[in-house]
C-alpha cells in the first residue's frame, strides 16, 4: 500500500447482527438519508429485522424524517435505541437536537460513532443500516475499518459534480477493501404529465456503475411525496396508498438482500479437507 492508504484495524462484530450495510456518498445533498430510511423500513416491510444507525453526526436527520422525538436512555452501559415503523434507531439528533451544531473535532466524534456500535443495545437483527456522513472523511474511514460489513451502498445523483464525488466515495470502500453493492442513483427524472424530465441529467449513474464495475441498484425518481413524507416523519414507504416509489424501495430492498447474501459468499473463507 501506498503512501497515505489506510492502515490495518482488528474488525469486530456487533454481536446480534448478521449483516451491515453502509450508506454513502461522494457529498452531500444527494438524498442518501432518504435512500437509507426507506431502504431500512422496506427490509423490515419483507419481515426482517432490521436497525437503522445514523452516523452523519453533523446533519443527523434520521429523526426529522422518522417524527422520533424522544430521548434514549440506559440500562447500566447500555443505550436502548428507539424504534419507529417496526425498525430499531439510534441517531447523534437524539443527543443533539434541534438546529444546534455539533462543534466536535475527529477523535470525540469517532468515540460516539464507536459507542453507537458497541454500546447499543441493538439486539439480533439480520440488517443493520448504517448511514454515514457525505465525503470521505475520518469518521467513514474510522468506522469502516472497525466494523466489518457487508457491504456499501454508494447514493448519487445522475449531475456530473456528484458522479465524480461517488466515484471518490466507491474508491474510499475498495481502498479499504470493502465491497460495493452498488450504485442507487436518486432524482433521476421528475414526471411530468406522463413525460420524464431529466433535471440532472439522463444516465449519470449507469455510466459511473459501468465503469466502476459495480451494479446499478436503483434510479429513484424526484417525487414531491417523497420529500413531503421525510419532512413529516412519515416515510414514503409507511403510506398506505399504492405508490410506485414504494413499489421501487421495495425492489431495492430485495436486492441489497440478494447482493448482501453473495458478498458473504464471497468474504466466507474456504475450507479444505486435508489429505
Do not use: C
Not at 84 to 111: C, E, H, Q
Not at 241 to 259: G, H, V, W
Amino acid at each position: 500500500m501506498g503512501p497515505g492508504a489506510p492502515t490495518e484495524h482488528a474488525k469486530l462484530p456487533i454481536a446480534g447482527v448478521q449483516n451491515i450495510i453502509a450508506i454513502g456518498s461522494g457529498k452531500g445533498g444527494v438524498g442518501k438519508t432518504t435512500i437509507a430510511v426507506n431502504l431500512a423500513i422496506s427490509l423490515a416491510k419483507l419481515g426482517h429485522a432490521v436497525g437503522l444507525m445514523d452516523a452523519d453526526v453533523y446533519g443527523p436527520n434520521v429523526p426529522l424524517m422518522l417524527g422520533i422525538r424522544d430521548t434514549p436512555h440506559a440500562i447500566g452501559q447500555r443505550i436502548q435505541p428507539l424504534k419507529a415503523y417496526g425498525i430499531t434507531v439510534m441517531s447523534m439528533g437524539f443527543l443533539n437536537p434541534g438546529d444546534k451544531p455539533l462543534v466536535w473535532r475527529g477523535p470525540m466524534l469517532n468515540s460516539v460513532i464507536q459507542q453507537f456500535l458497541r454500546n447499543v443495545e441493538w439486539g439480533n437483527l439480520d440488517y443493520l443500516i448504517i448511514d454515514l456522513p457525505p465525503g470521505t472523511g475520518d469518521v467513514q474511514l474510522t468506522l469502516i475499518q472497525t466494523t466489518p460489513l457487508t457491504g456499501a451502498v454508494v447514493v448519487t445523483t445522475p449531475s456530473d459534480v456528484s458522479l465524480e464525488d461517488a466515484r471518490k466515495a466507491v474508491h474510499m470502500f475498495e481502498q479499504v477493501r470493502e465491497p460495493v453493492l452498488g450504485i442507487v442513483e436518486n432524482m433521476s427524472y421528475l414526471e411530468h404529465n406522463g413525460e420524464r424530465i431529466y433535471v440532472f441529467g439522463k444516465g449519470g449513474g449507469a455510466k459511473t456503475a459501468e465503469l466502476m464495475k459495480v451494479p446499478l441498484l436503483a434510479e429513484v425518481p424526484l417525487d414531491p411525496k417523497t420529500r413531503e413524507g421525510g419532512d413529516s416523519g412519515r416515510p414514503i414507504v409507511t403510506s398506505k396508498e399504492s405508490n410506485t416509489q414504494t413499489a421501487l424501495f421495495e425492489k431495492l430492498a430485495r436486492q441489497i438482500i440478494e447482493r448482501a447474501e453473495q458478498s458473504k459468499q464471497k468474504q466466507r473463507p474456504t475450507m479444505t479437507i486435508a489429505e
